[in-house]
């Protein structure tokens, strides 16, 4: 197992302005201390580094000196932090299909289900009139699960989303969702779903 940071490929050096404003409230992470991750890359050597994930770029940091570098998402198949399992997917959020990380939360025998949760900038507002000055700050979004099923990454925001996805099934998923009283934010609920659309496909 390779241990050296400098063996990642990097995608570009983490210089944003705004990750490094002490005045901004909140903070794009969850910590701030860069902690051991295996990241199994796809040409190279799994490798171990210090990471912290910036849920802001969506994607994970590490260090080369004094300097904080992304990860290149197309270099790697996958990230393990402790127990839990990262990946690069690519899909549409915001009106920006871009690679995205996700969380693996579970998986059925052909679909598996992922956690996004992104952190939004919102800049300062000034005092005019009538409107109150807003320091800066990071606004966390609540997380987001997908589906990964075949070539789809299905979004499940909105239960059209997934029924648009599954031409000729409408009906039948649309049945299993109201029987189980399946909820969008359950990833145990949207397991089950993922398991009964793999008996649909």
Request: net charge positive; glycine share 4%; no cysteine.
């Amino acid at each position: 197992m390779i241990t050296a940071a400098h063996n990642l490929s990097i995608a570009v050096e983490n210089a944003n302005a705004i990750n490094r404003d002490k005045n901004i409230l909140g903070s794009p992470y969850k910590s701030e201390n860069f902690i051991n991750a295996i990241f199994y890359q796809k040409e190279r050597p799994s490798l171990t580094s210090a990471t912290r994930l910036n849920y802001f770029s969506s994607n994970f940091e590490f260090m080369i000196g004094d300097k904080t570098y992304m990860v290149d998402p197309n270099s790697i198949d996958s990230i393990r932090v402790k127990d839990q399992i990262y990946l690069f997917k690519t899909f549409a959020h915001n009106g920006n299909t871009l690679p995205r990380v996700v969380e693996l939360t579970g998986k059925s025998e052909k679909s598996f289900l992922y956690k996004f949760t992104a952190v939004e900038f919102k800049p300062e507002v000034k005092a005019s009139g009538y409107v109150d000055p807003k320091p800066a700050s990071y606004e966390w979004n609540e997380p987001l699960f997908l589906i990964e099923s075949g070539n789809k990454i299905i979004d499940l925001s909105n239960w059209n989303k997934l029924l648009k996805s599954f031409p000729g099934k409408e009906k039948s998923i649309k049945a299993f969702i109201k029987s189980r009283k399946i909820k969008k934010d359950n990833p145990t609920d949207l397991l089950k779903l993922a398991r009964y659309i793999d008996t649909l496909i």
